[in-house]
């Protein structure tokens, strides 16, 4: 089982319309929980952090994390051609210095 | 803030070579450097973990010898990439913790390509 997994895309979505992207991950000692946004030739772009279980609003984004299921999403509202971009999903473990990354997310808004 | 920078950008060198990268957090100490390496539309792949005034800890598979990374100070760490071969081709990028902190943030990284 890997560390963290995020479920297949390409997600194609029409711009206004909200995204949604999951997370799963395996390690029940995880407690920092990270997305990150990556545009096609760039580096990683930190875009939430979460930590507690709930939900947390930052803008157009919502991250929600369930330990108890071991799931984290990211919710992307009034999606923007701009949010075009690889989603990365994080998850650090107390104690470790590493991050565990998913293998990405691409999103694409079409206008 | 949480800004990170890395120099060169891009560069281009020649088989045999050796090439350093620089990586700095600008607005905040960090105790923790990673060094990752991405090939196109592949997943990031770590590297190497620095910690400020000790050795790095490599990931299985990467050659310490061969990616030879310095944390000297608390804003600046370096990879060198030595007796580079076109395999060596990749976007490396680095990233930095802040001291007491979880949150990692990422320079803009380095495109290398070995001729």
């Known amino acids: 089982q890997k560390e963290v997994e995020q479920n297949s895309g390409p997600l194609s979505v029409p711009e206004g319309a909200i995204a949604s992207l999951n997370c799963t991950y395996s390690?029940?000692?995880?407690?920092?929980f990270f997305w990150y946004r990556q545009y096609s030739g760039k580096s990683p772009e930190l875009i939430m952090s979460?930590?507690?279980?709930g939900d947390k609003e930052d803008g157009r984004f919502t991250a929600q994390l369930n330990k108890a299921s071991q799931y984290v999403s990211l919710l992307i509202r009034d999606s923007q051609p701009s949010d075009s971009a690889t989603y990365l999903c994080?998850?650090?473990?107390?104690?470790?210095?590493?991050?565990?990354f998913g293998k990405g997310n691409q999103v694409v808004v079409i206008p | 803030g949480a800004v990170v920078s890395q120099h060169p950008s891009w560069v281009i060198c020649k088989s045999g070579t050796s090439v350093k990268i620089e990586c700095r957090s600008l607005?905040?100490?960090?105790?923790?450097m990673f060094w990752y390496r991405q090939f196109p539309k592949q997943s990031l792949m770590l590297m190497a973990t620095?910690?400020?005034?000790?050795?790095?800890?490599?990931e299985q598979g990467v050659e310490k010898d061969k990616f030879l990374i310095n944390h000297a100070s608390l804003t600046l760490s370096t990879l060198t990439v030595t007796s580079a071969h076109p395999e060596d081709s990749s976007f490396y990028i680095c990233?930095?913790?802040?001291?007491?902190?979880?949150?990692?943030?990422f320079g803009p990284g380095t495109r290398l390509t070995v001729t």
């Open positions: 990233s930095a913790r802040g001291t007491g902190y979880h949150e990692q943030y």
């Open positions: 390690d029940r000692g995880s407690q920092s």
């Open positions: 979460i930590y507690s279980n």
């Open positions: 994080a998850v650090k473990r107390n104690g470790n210095n590493r991050l565990a």
């Open positions: 607005d905040f100490q960090a105790t923790t």
């Open positions: 620095s910690n400020e005034g000790s050795k790095a800890t490599y």
